[in-house]
């Protein structure tokens, strides 16, 4: 096997954001643009020869171009084998799962996850560590150096393979295993719930449920799982095929993008009592009670005080994690139990060490991504099938169980607003003029509401003590209430900043007040405070979630 060097040059901006690098499809189609970002993942790690890597992706465009690639170039750089999905699918959970489950050294993951498909769309590439988690900070910075200094790539002259049969072929000197994208990952979700329980709940008469994959990954996953394994009637699952445009659609399981889920169990009519969906690439999900979305923190909160009904987290939870913009909710819970309560930055790969380290066993990010350690990424299906467990036991519709749930904690009433694609430099301009008047804050007053403190979010890291500094702007209220600031980093086009608001009701008779209706104080605040409109121009969010 002849290794080739191929000349080439640094492309500008190749940093990855909160989960790997991620740019329109059009930009990653420029010669060499892919091949550099992953040579300067091979040149960053050390040790892989003879190694085996896991190689898969959401499906999405460029995904079965971009495999080739790769394997070529991972044949280049000494890996002894890769194990691929067929077709090149994995989901990222999936893929974390088949990383532990062989021992294999790393992983590469091509996913752009909830953002849009298809030639004008968006893709994104990351790297796993062996233990199936995405990349810490300190690795994804040393590739971003990498790429600014790259001047060559290496690759083999090697034709394209079949990926659509499993078995074992070969790329140069590497071996290739062609496997079942579902059987390792089902496996393990099969070994954490109590599947015959699930699926006496799914074969009453009176629960009929709805999984919307989306057009994404997890239509393969949630087939495998809920209508063959568990034995719900064919058609659960809808939008089931993955396609690589998924269907045109954005596949972000949120009330306006899943909006046909959502209105699905809006009253009765449809005869469904509970409704799932998950993204692009299969870590997100969203539950659907009826006429009821439950909130990505509140479910968090949920399946943690619920956890003794659950096989796998029956014996005690060691402790829980969630992103610092998520609810507060969960460290109810938590005190409840005695159990430490851990707050990182956004993005899954803060929660590898705690995991790790045995500090955390159920970790949630208010973007609607919950998991646990059976895996080091977020997992969709393992959150729907968390809740189908719950139900299955306690027999109450989802509603009910959130509502008891505020009943017991008090609610904290949370909404994210997003305000999409604007101006880079205003978005910036945004957060610099928030970040200059963080000192003034602490005791003024706007409307009414009291500002305790206000900081930029930074974090230590108590397993291994990295730091990570500005990860947030906070303005912490009265009573538990706060409102954040921070700018995307998995968008493509511009800046989106998100706003995220909190309050904490204790009061059961003020549950009911809609979340927007409550929220209203602290959106003035945030508007007073940040002069959204007046910087960006727009007077309303794209999103609430
Ligand atoms: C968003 C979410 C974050 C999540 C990340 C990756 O990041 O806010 O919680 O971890 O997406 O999720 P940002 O920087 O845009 O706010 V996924 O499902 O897109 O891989
Ligand atoms: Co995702």
């Not at 083999?156 to 994208?181: F, K, T, W, Y």
Request: charged share 20%; proline share 5%; aromatic share 8%.
């Amino acid at each position: 096997m002849q290794v080739i060097s191929v000349p080439s040059a640094p492309f500008a901006g190749q940093k990855p954001g909160t989960s790997g690098l991620r740019k329109k499809v059009t930009v990653f189609r420029q010669e060499r643009y892919l091949e550099n970002f992953v040579q300067s993942i091979f040149d960053t790690l050390s040790g892989q020869q003879g190694q085996t890597l896991v190689l898969g992706g959401d499906g999405r465009y460029y995904n079965d171009v971009a495999i080739q690639t790769i394997l070529r170039m991972a044949a280049a750089a000494g890996f002894g084998r890769v194990l691929v999905g067929r077709d090149g699918i994995l989901s990222t959970p999936a893929a974390s799962a088949v990383i532990r489950k062989w021992r294999a050294f790393g992983g590469i993951i091509l996913s752009a996850s909830h953002n849009a498909g298809g030639p004008d769309g968006d893709f994104g590439i990351k790297y796993n560590l062996g233990n199936g988690g995405p990349a810490n900070e300190a690795f994804t910075d040393a590739v971003y150096r990498r790429t600014l200094e790259i001047s060559a790539y290496n690759s083999i002259d090697a034709p394209d393979i079949d990926l659509s049969r499993l078995g074992e072929l070969r790329v140069g000197d590497m071996i290739v295993n062609i496997i079942d994208p579902v059987a390792d990952y089902a496996e393990l979700l099969e070994s954490l719930f109590d599947f015959e329980r699930i699926a006496a709940l799914l074969a009453r008469p009176d629960f009929r449920m709805r999984f919307d994959a989306m057009h994404a990954v997890t239509g393969p996953y949630a087939r495998a799982i809920l209508e063959d394994r568990l034995g719900a009637p064919a058609g659960t699952v809808v939008n089931g095929t993955p396609l690589p445009d998924f269907g045109g659609g954005h596949p972000d399981p949120n009330p306006v993008y899943a909006a046909e889920l959502v209105a699905a169990l809006a009253d009765g009519s449809s005869g469904l009592s509970f409704g799932a969906a998950s993204d692009g690439d299969g870590d997100r999900n969203m539950i659907v009670g009826r006429g009821f979305v439950v909130s990505p923190s509140d479910s968090l909160a949920v399946l943690a005080a619920n956890h003794a009904l659950i096989p796998a987290y029956a014996g005690g939870l060691a402790g829980v994690a969630r992103s610092m913009p998520t609810s507060c909710a969960v460290d109810r819970v938590a005190a409840a139990l005695g159990i430490p309560c851990y707050e990182t930055p956004t993005g899954w790969k803060y929660f590898g060490s705690l995991l790790d380290a045995g500090k955390a066993t159920l970790c949630g990010e208010e973007s609607a991504g919950t998991g646990s350690d059976h895996v080091r990424e977020k997992d969709g299906l393992w959150a729907v099938l968390y809740w189908l467990n719950i139900l299955a036991v306690r027999d109450l519709p989802a509603d009910v169980i959130v509502r008891e749930h505020w009943q017991r904690f008090g609610r904290n009433v949370y909404s994210r607003h997003d305000y999409e694609g604007i101006d880079t430099a205003k978005g910036d301009h945004l957060m610099n003029e928030l970040r200059s008047r963080l000192p003034q804050l602490p005791g003024a007053e706007f409307a009414g509401l009291h500002i305790v403190s206000a900081d930029d979010f930074a974090y230590t890291d108590p397993v291994d003590g990295s730091r990570s500094e500005r990860q947030g702007i906070r303005i912490l209220l009265d009573e538990g209430s706060r409102v954040v600031f921070r700018l995307s980093g998995t968008g493509t086009e511009g800046a989106t900043l998100r706003v995220y608001l909190e309050r904490y009701v204790a009061d059961p008779d003020r549950h009911e007040v809609p979340t927007q209706e409550a929220l209203a104080p602290l959106i003035g605040l945030a508007e007073a405070v940040a002069q959204i409109a007046a910087i960006t121009g727009r007077s309303e969010p794209d999103v609430i979630s």
